[in-house]
């Protein structure tokens, strides 16, 4: 049984907006903010009994899930955290919530460390690197292979409509990477200067699909013309367990106005009643296997079809909300 929302911790409230509104944003860190909520809602529970402990829990877990659809390490997240409550008291089962939930985030930033440095191993000195967005996972490839003295140049895509590649180059420069910044356009011109193509992901398919920021494929698919290695950086939270039955990875539309904005739509079109203008702004798109070379995870590195028999020895099947375990 799940109660209603009024269970919920206004906290868990507030990270679930932040979520939806992308001040929270990224998979691993949508992840990380998700076991936290789950390990506050746990602290400030006034539940009376095991039952009503469980119903707030469960409560939470999907208030903070109905944000954003795609990157499956938020259910991902939610499951391992709930799968560690355990107990016969609402004691007992606080601390095995709050216990499970520092867990996951130690592992998180464990297992990001541990990526980091598998894909630094394909990074060489004096390489250049394409980016698409902000992904912590690829910025740990980066970040090793600059620890390990690598001399690393990056040409750095804006990623429209949100712009998240500034987050990326603020970060490159931190770490004295030289970086150039292009519109999303010009990369298949600069794809002659670069060595690789880095890419984080928000869901990996059974097939071996991934499906990250929207312009992913495109880009995936000129870095093959142009001989340009394509390497995804990936938690294994981000491998998408209901894909192993068939199930497809829902791809969040966003609001038109972070393309348009409303003055934007009047200067195309005055009349208020126009609704034949439409935009579309789909945040994430597929990208096939056969457009990418690595799927770096803390794992190892996979060619991308053989990624599903990680998927099944670390999920099996499930086809359950995070709530259901
Ligand atoms: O597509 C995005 C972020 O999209 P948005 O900005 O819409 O959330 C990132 O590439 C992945 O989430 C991986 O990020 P990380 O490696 O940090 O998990």
Known sequence: MVSDASDVAPVVQSTADDIAEMRIRGAATIAD???????????????????????????????????????????????????????????????????????FRRNLERAQTTLGEIGANRLRDGDVVMTHCHSTDALACIEAALEAGKHIEAIVRETRPRNQGHITARQLREWGVPVTLIVDNA??????DADHVLVGADSIAADGSVINKIGTSGLAVNARERGVPVMVAAQTIKLHPDTLTGHTVAIETRDETEVLTPSERNEITPHESDDELTVENPAFDVTPPRHVD??????????????????????????????ET
């Open 33 to 103: 903010a998700a076991a936290e909520a789950l390990a506050t809602q746990a602290e400030l529970s006034d539940a009376s009994s095991p039952a009503a402990f469980r119903s707030q829990m469960h409560a939470a877990a999907k208030t903070v899930y109905e944000t954003r659809p795609t990157a499956v390490s938020l259910p991902n997240a939610l499951r391992y955290v709930l799968r560690e409550m355990d107990g016969d008291t609402v004691d007992e089962l606080r601390s095995s919530t709050i216990a499970g939930a520092e867990a």
């Open 187 to 192: 990369a298949r011109r600069y794809l002659n």
């Open 294 to 323: 690595a799927i770096v995870t803390e794992r190892g590195q996979f060619p991308p079809e053989s990624i599903v028999t990680l998927m099944r020895e670390l999920f099996g099947e499930t086809t359950r909300d995070p709530w």
